[in-house]
């Protein structure tokens, strides 16, 4: 193994123009340790969380800074758990890497790396455990300039009118109840709308059949040249009629043979943060995509929306569509969206960057508002020998969804407020049947009363 060098130029510079360019940026890991570990939490600026890795080599975790960037120094905080042998690397696309440090002697603790590289994506690449455990990493900082600042406006980018600031993210805890609070969520409960139209009015706005195959659910108009006016105009296959929200997502197939649900299909809205009281409806107009079509086995099953993976009969957690699930069976699958939203943005160019999870419960506080968490949660009838069976986008880990909201904003609000601030596991009436005296939000009907 090659002894400790530095890859770098060494070069004047002034230390104050440095300024830190991962804090809250979206990251990506080899693995983590376990739930209270996440990718994020190494670049959250909380000297008390942790991103926490699987205990063997090599071992990864990239931040996205959002554009490219000179990189001028990265700071590295471990915990106990370091890394021996690590090199710091640069890419412009997120896949072709240049290292720009290189060590096989490091002792952990905090070290901060003068280096000089060039690209969007940072990640530190561990080859050699300095313990019998993974690595840890504290905070993962860097520093640099922007050589093109991410914009803010422009093409792509759709202001929200109002804009909501002002927010700080709420790091509350609910107090305990009794009986205790162990749901802040409800139902929405919708069928497929329109099925195989190779449309995606969010990707590929007013490009007819520009798109894989989608299969869509709610509202029933859905189309390229969708807008919020034409959503709001349409009807609905979901029970509740105020919720005229287009979804879609792949379309399922057997060989060539489309497979769509059958049957109304469970779409949660939960809270994806601790203080549940600090959610707040989605804006009219908010769209977004959860997940990639590009994903890759690892970046799906590390997505802080992945939840248990792909499911038929007792097989559970795969990470790609299972060769084969017991004859008689579906196949499930469930994936949690963002839920911090920037509260400046009904839409970004890469239909993604105004939204964000929360790190460890809490919004981060360039995504400070509090929105639902949207939880897929679809079944497909197909069983047997699943070798054939994959989506319109790909293999099993390319599954993603889109949401483009249409609710009748009352309904949204006294469903959020009842359900979810209220701290109850609602029904699509907003009627939680284990805590009946709390009565419900709509009718029977499914509308305001």
Not at 226 to 239: E, M
Not at 245 to 258: H, I, K, Q, V
Not at 377 to 383: E, T, Y
Not at 439 to 447: D, I, K, T
């Amino acid at each position: 193994m090659l002894a400790a060098a530095l890859v770098f130029v060494a070069a004047p510079r002034a230390e104050a123009a440095d300024t830190l360019l991962s804090q809250n940026r979206p990251t990506l890991a080899s693995s983590t340790e376990n739930g209270g570990a996440p990718a994020a939490a190494a670049v959250d600026g909380n000297p008390a969380t942790r991103w926490g890795s699987a205990w063997s080599d090599p071992q990864w975790l990239r931040v996205d800074l959002g554009a490219t960037a000179a990189v001028s120094s990265v700071k590295i905080t471990w915990e106990a758990a370091y890394a021996k042998a690590f090199q710091l690397q640069t890419s412009a696309d997120g896949t072709a890497w240049t290292t720009i440090y290189s060590t096989a002697n490091g002792a952990g603790g905090t070290q901060t790396l003068p280096v000089t590289g060039q690209g969007r994506y940072v990640r530190v690449y561990g080859t050699q455990r300095g313990t019998g455990y993974g690595y840890s990493l504290y905070e993962f900082q860097v520093y640099g300039s922007y050589t093109s600042p991410p914009p803010t406006d422009g093409p792509g980018y759709v202001p929200a009118d109002p804009p909501v600031t002002g927010v700080t993210p709420s790091t509350a805890v609910p107090p305990d109840t009794n009986p205790p609070t162990t749901h802040h969520e409800f139902q929405a409960n919708c069928s497929v709308s329109r099925s195989n139209l190779n449309d995606d009015p969010i990707v590929f706005p007013k490009l007819p059949g520009a798109s894989h195959s989608h299969t869509f659910m709610g509202n029933t108009t859905t189309y390229a040249g969708t807008t919020l006016a034409t959503l709001q105009a349409g009807g609905t296959s979901c029970i509740t009629p105020g919720d005229k929200t287009g979804y879609w997502m792949p379309t399922l197939l057997n060989g060539d043979t489309a497979v769509q649900p059958i049957g109304r299909q469970v779409i949660y809205y939960k809270s994806g943060v601790i203080d549940y009281r600090s959610v707040r409806p989605f804006p009219a107009g908010l769209r977004y995509v959860v997940g990639s079509p590009q994903a890759t086995l690892e970046d799906f099953r590390n997505s802080p929306g992945a939840v248990e993976g792909f499911e038929c009969g007792d097989s559970s957690f795969n990470w790609d569509i299972p060769a084969t699930c017991a004859p008689g069976t579906q196949l499930n699958a469930r994936m949690q969206a963002p839920s911090c939203w920037d509260g400046l943005h009904l839409d970004t160019p890469d239909h993604k960057s105004h939204m964000a999870y929360p790190v460890l419960g809490v919004c981060p506080a360039d995504h400070p508002v509090a929105v639902p968490m949207i939880e897929f949660k679809m079944a497909w009838p197909v069983s047997g020998d699943m070798r054939n069976v994959h989506f319109s986008s790909g293999r099993g880990y390319s599954f993603h969804y889109d949401v483009f909201n249409a609710w009748d904003a009352p309904t949204l609000a006294a469903l959020t407020r009842h359900c979810i601030n209220g701290g109850l596991q609602c029904d699509p009436r907003g009627f939680d049947l284990y805590k009946p005296d709390r009565g419900a939000a709509l009718n029977e009907n499914y509308q305001l009363p």
